[in-house]
């Protein structure tokens, strides 16, 4: 499930364009420290290929809640032996934990694909924040729920958007330094803007939503990063 982003407005896009390119720009992201891995390149890179793809299914099998999942019901459920999945993980929430956090490994990979070093600030944050908000393409309410009951799954989730955060706030800074936005608060827009999509995946929320999680968030973007432009153009002189 994916949601189409606004075209960008022709003006801005030409403002920008002619704007010199930002050379540093995935430099700096680099800089920013990452969240650890609960699975580590090393122990992933150590996995058989029926491991992997364990927690592949695993990660189809959990959408649907998994409260009321044993590791022997997973077992029977992924056609394999409870040693095998035992070998992964000491325990079920320690192993849906292991799922969700390389899943957003992986979105986070995807998300910094599509950073160019050649892309205006403002440009880079919207593809950015539209990569990361996959996270929650999808997101039913009953794994949500399970997920929001489980106190380390807390913990992985803070790491990873504090990340989010901290690349949603450099941007912004970059794009203060070029002149592309006026001077604001950067650590609060960023806050919201990158939090909105871990938001609309609490549980109680997400009942309430009249679109799926994702294009909400994806919205949500569109319309603070047009606010952020307009309010740039009101302050300009002429």
């Not at 994916?2 to 075209?7: D, G, N, V």
């Not at 290929?49 to 959990?62: H, K, W, Y």
């Not at 997400?206 to 799926?212: E, I, N, Y």
Request: proline fraction near 8%.
């Amino acid at each position: 499930m994916t949601a189409t982003p606004e075209p960008a407005d022709p003006g801005h896009a030409t403002a920008e364009a002619a704007r010199p390119p930002v050379v540093d720009l995935l430099d700096r992201l680099r800089a920013i420290p990452r969240p650890e891995r609960l699975l580590s390149p090393e122990r992933e890179q150590a996995l058989t290929a029926r491991q992997r793809e364990l927690l592949d299914e695993l990660g189809v099998l959990v959408d649907n809640g998994f409260a009321d999942l044993t590791m022997a019901g997973l077992a029977a459920r992924l056609s394999c032996s409870l040693r095998t999945l035992y070998e992964l993980a000491p325990s079920r929430d320690e192993l849906v934990l292991l799922v969700v956090d390389r899943n957003l490994w992986r979105i986070g990979r995807q998300a910094a694909a599509v950073i160019e070093p050649d892309m205006a600030p403002l440009d880079a944050l919207r593809a950015y924040l539209a990569a990361t908000t996959m996270a929650v393409a999808g997101l039913r309410e009953p794994f949500a729920r399970d997920l929001a009951a489980v106190p380390a799954a807390q913990r992985v989730y803070d790491a990873h958007s504090e990340y989010i955060i901290a690349v949603a706030r450099e941007l912004l800074d970059m794009a203060v330094e070029r002149g592309d936005i006026a001077p604001v608060d950067t650590a609060a827009v960023a806050r919201v803007m990158a939090g909105v999509g871990r938001e609309f995946a609490r549980p109680e929320v997400l009942a309430t939503l009249r679109s799926p999680p994702k294009d909400a968030a994806d919205t949500v973007v569109e319309v603070m990063l047009a606010g952020l432009r307009a309010r740039n153009r009101a302050a300009s002189p002429g």
